[in-house]
């Protein structure tokens, strides 16, 4: 029998743990609408499987399209759990703690994804292998294998840690859900009693994982931008690569994390635990976002046309005028121009404008990624390689329907997440401190 | 054998890569796993330094 457990009081709890009393029907066509999405999705990696990157749009000299721009994208995605949870928890931003769980999910979910377009682009995924027999400390990808599980293995960890309490509470509370998912709270809550002094040691921890977890993700998405920094190719050959991703990174999961508040907020009734006020702090950082990003940028092309290296010239000229003319004129004012018109003078108070603006952003931040890797693939440094016919790059519709089937999917784990884990932290957002 | 040399040869040498990730995820796992249980076990054991 398990000791007396005690849970921090917290007036919001039935509206935090209504979501998980029970799956509903609409649930159940949800999921299976994106696990049919993702079906489509494996159909097509099938016949990717059996026939070959022949199906793909790939050809030399474009080696990465979609699927590499999904890594970097996910990747990204990922930066807001840690950014949320782990820098505004060592700047002391009380105001976060509503948000920080749902913020932490979209970490934990979509690293696998990211992880995953890699192993699609692969072709032979088994030759992953090679990495761990053969890899070199010279190579960007066994650093980038290396950061990323490390990022992957640490956010559940910091993740799992947080949720604790919570599940205990779960075990608690929640008698009347089935044998299975008691049997599943009681496991995960590793026999939480909520002694005074795990609460203590528990804040401890998730403070000092905090400061390595700041590291991490300043790490993480700089090594991810070494795998492109270290090779001589026009576009990529620059130190600004890894502050620019970084910056890219945090201002698209932040983005996200007002996607996912806004949807939580209106399907699950939690107005009163996810105010306004929350929507108007991540107004005042993404402005900030917003600029840094539009200084990165400057700072990019500045560097770039000043020194005016006709191989870089190539590759700027394809952006601006070019092939991609359309694509790049799109992310700028998807990305700058709509979102900080809209924060700075209709995102206040309006939680449907700052979503527009989030959902501008991250589509624009997609873009943005498929931009930085695919005109400088289209025009190398080594102009021999581009053969008659080549460097143009048009995807096929098997990575549009694997990359759809991967959204699908971080979509998925979230949503059934919801569904039996409280999305809010009850104990961080407790209103006093006692235990009843 | 140089430094120069030694340190060329730990950079271009095949093998090690795996090892390395295996050691970085090893370590990170002893380390998450002995704090869980460190948090787990507060207040179970007598206070070794009883506050004032």
Known sequence: ????????????????????????????????VLLGIMGIGVYAYLTQWFTGLGVTGLNRPVYWGFYITNFVFFIGLAHSGTFI???????????RTPLTRAAEAITLFSLPFGVGAILIDMGRPDRVMNIFFYGRFQSPLLWDITAVSLYLF???VFFYISLLPDIALCRDRLTEVPSWQQ??????????????????????????????????????HTVVSWVFGMTVQPGWHTALIGPFFLVGAIFSGTSAVVIVLAILRRVYHMEKV?????????????IVFTVAWLYMMIAEFLTTTY????????????????????????????????PLIIFLFLGKDHVGWMVVAAILINIG????????????????????????????????????????SLFAGLILLYVVFTRFFPIVPIWETAHSGETK | ???????????????????????????AASIYFSMIRWILRGGEEPEEHPSN
């Not at chain 1, 949870?85 to 009380?94: D, Q, T």
């Not at chain 1, 996810?274 to 993404?286: D, E, I």
């Open chain 1, 307 to 338: 020194g005016a290296i006709s191989d870089e010239m190539l590759v700027v000229w394809q952006k601006f005028t070019g092939d991609f003319a359309v694509l790049f004129w799109t992310m700028a004012l998807t990305v700058f121009v709509l």
């Open chain 1, 85 to 95: 949870s782990a820098i505004l928890r060592l700047a002391g931003a009380s105001w």
């Open chain 1, 183 to 220: 049997k599943m709270y009681k496991i995960l809550a590793l026999g939480w009693t909520g002694r005074g002094e795990q609460f203590k040691r528990l804040e401890r921890a998730l403070d000092n994982m905090a400061i390595f977890m700041t590291l991490l993700v300043v790490t993480v």
């Open chain 1, 154 to 156: 640490s956010s559940i």
């Open chain 1, 274 to 286: 996810l105010p306004v006020s929350l929507f108007n702090s991540l107004r005042k950082l993404l």
């Open chain 1, 1 to 32: 029998m398990l000791p007396t457990t005690f849970h921090p009081q917290n007036n919001n709890e039935a509206v935090i743990l209504a979501p998980v009393h029970r799956v509903t029907r609409k649930d159940l066509l949800l999921w299976a």
């Open chain 1, 365 to 404: 931040m997609w873009i943005e990624r498929f931009l930085v890797i695919v005109p400088t693939e289209t025009r190398p440094r080594f102009v021999s390689t581009l053969m008659e016919g080549m460097g143009s790059y048009h995807p096929s519709w098997q990575e549009i329907a694997i990359t759809g």
């Open chain 2, 1 to 27: 054998m140089d430094i120069s040399e030694l340190i060329t040869k730990f950079f271009t040498s095949t093998g090690p890569g795996g090892g390395m990730i295996l050691l970085v995820v090893s370590l």
